[in-house]
């Protein structure tokens, strides 16, 4: 008998605005309005990538904006309480799977230089400091670094994201979680 729970990655719609929101609070102190996040849905070049529940319960999500060759990560976030268990992990490989789609070359993003789980999880994708950019988070004058990730319209980096998947799987399934 299978008694895993089966969650989906797909691109979110305007029928999640509030569970973003939500989640947005939680774990970004409010970061982007309910408005930001319309326009993250609406505009082509952005993908707003959830993880979710088969009763559409969202449990994380990320979102992408493609700049010419770019693909710029600018949120990650998973519900507090199911932090922990692979999700994570799960939304960046699909972020970088439609990096990937969309033909794109390498991915940048920013973060604060003391969130170690996010460091450590964009590493586990070959993530590289680049650069840092003092004081660059107004409310802590916190120091944000930049990630890079280069190679991703590679062969070599298509067979690392199958391989990943099926990681990222394998750990799901011990948690009660089918992708
Ligand atoms: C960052 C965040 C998205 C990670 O999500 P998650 O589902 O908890 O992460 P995962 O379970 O997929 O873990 C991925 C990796 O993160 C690291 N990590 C996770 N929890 C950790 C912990 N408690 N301590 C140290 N590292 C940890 C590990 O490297 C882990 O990989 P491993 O299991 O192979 O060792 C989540 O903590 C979050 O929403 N934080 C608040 C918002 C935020 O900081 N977003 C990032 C902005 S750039």
Known sequence: MNLSHRIYLREIDQKFLSQLRAIDCA???????????????????????????????????????????????????????????????????GLLKKARDRKLEWATLEVRASNHVAIALYESFGFKEIGRRPKYYEVTGEDALMLWRKGIHTEEFSILLEHWHELISARLLVKGWNL
């Open 27 to 93: 774990c970004l102190g409010d970061f982007w309005s309910l408005e930001a996040y319309q326009r993250e849905i609406d505009n082509s070049s952005s993908c707003v990538l959830g993880l979710t529940t088969e009763n559409h319960q969202l449990l994380g999500f990320g979102c992408l904006w493609s700049i010419l060759e770019e693909a710029h990560i600018t949120v990650l976030a998973v519900r507090p309480e199911y932090q922990g268990q692979s999700f994570g992990k799960a939304i960046v490989w």
